[in-house]
């Protein structure tokens, strides 16, 4: 077994496709409509399946906003320098909501980002596995 995407609810699929390929550097990885249903999805990610997780992104046609609710924690991405990695999203018009620096209790450097939506997205310092490719 292998894990193969998590799936986000979206208010407005381009702004979200936007966040995500433009600010946090990922690829648009494929597209499709369901009119029948209602509903759009996008798949992103660095790379596609099977050499990394994707994220589907869901826009469900004529619903703008979604309650997070509290069960919901955040997405994790490995990058190469986590203080790198927050001046290109601000630069690029990411909200860092949580600026670079170790985790409490630890030696981890660590930040976090919010997408449009409101997910939180933590950034975590490791040289070792190269990062997502956008961060670099």
Known sequence: MRLLHTMLRVGNLQRSIDFYTQ????????TSENPQYKYSLAFVGYE???AQAEIELTYNWGTESYELGTAYGHIALGVPDVYAACEKIKAAGGNVTREAGPVKGGKTVIA????PDGYKIELIQRAEDGGGA???
């Open 23 to 30: 600010v946090l550097g990922m690829k648009l990885l494929r």
């Open 134 to 136: 956008g961060l670099r």
């Open 112 to 115: 976090f980002v919010t997408d």
């Open 48 to 50: 596609g399946n099977p």
